[in-house]
């Protein structure tokens, strides 16, 4: 180890302190990088903001909150300014607006910033003999690649949003019953839905008089709690 010690030594204290930033984060970032290509530290399944699931308690519900009037009754949401829950746009991070949506201050990010914050620092100084410029340079490019990994997991998380159904988008969509739907909502049959290019199973009931037999082709009109389609004869 000496001639670490010699190499040490030929260093100025701005430079030492840089390396001390530098090297450690460089080794959790190798170390994170290895445990993600092995498959550790994935997320389990995330929440679905547009989900409708618990939305319709089977009863009408009023309310009143800060001059908004609401109503909820079999599953809608209507306010007073047309809004609905469900045109909600969370965003992509594509457009300036959209930067509040991103998640800067996460393990990776802030090993990422404090990574390259330490090396271009180090490069920086090298080149400059300036302290000052060096913190300068290392901070903005440091604060760049943090957002590019909130940038790259943002864009993750969507396609993995996107290679999951969300029941909301099947409103209006025609399928056919394979298991008969008893009529006026007295109980719940089975239908096969297409959705895109996918042919999908729910659970179903009708508000209509008239009992659905297998093979019927239906449109959904509702969604209910638990996922189940309300449908309507074609």
């Not at 003999?129 to 490019?141: E, P, Q, S, T």
């Not at 999951?164 to 025609?174: E, I, Y």
């Not at 009992?211 to 449908?231: A, H, K, M, Y």
Request: net charge negative.
């Amino acid at each position: 180890m000496e001639w670490f010690n010699n190499w040490w030594n030929t260093l100025e204290l701005f430079e030492q302190i840089m390396y001390c930033v530098a090297i450690p984060a460089t080794l959790i970032l190798l170390i994170q990088t290895i445990m993600l290509i092995l498959g550790f530290g994935h997320s389990g399944a995330g929440v679905n903001p547009s989900d409708t699931s618990g939305f319709d308690g089977g009863g009408d519900m009023d309310f009143d909150a800060g001059g908004a009037d609401g109503d909820m009754s079999g599953g809608d949401f209507d306010s007073s300014d047309g809004s609905d829950a469900s045109d909600i746009d969370y965003g992509d991070g594509s457009n300036p607006s959209d930067v509040g949506t991103l998640n800067f201050f996460t393990v990776q990010g802030i090993i990422t910033f404090l990574c390259v914050f330490g090396w271009a620092g180090i490069v920086t100084y090298t080149l400059t003999k300036i302290a000052i410029i060096a913190v300068v340079v290392g901070f903005v490019l440091g604060l760049a690649a943090m957002y590019g990994v909130a940038k790259l997991m943002q864009l993750s998380r969507k396609l993995a949003q996107n290679g999951t159904l969300n029941v909301r988008n099947l409103l209006g969509a025609n399928g056919t019953v394979y298991l008969v739907i008893p009529a006026n909502g007295m109980g719940k049959g089975k239908v096969n839905v297409t959705s895109g290019e996918r042919l999908v199973e729910y659970d179903a009931m009708t508000d209509g008089n008239e009992t659905l037999p297998d093979g019927t082709q239906i449109r959904v009109i509702d969604i209910r709690s638990d996922n189940v389609l309300v449908v309507e004869k074609v």
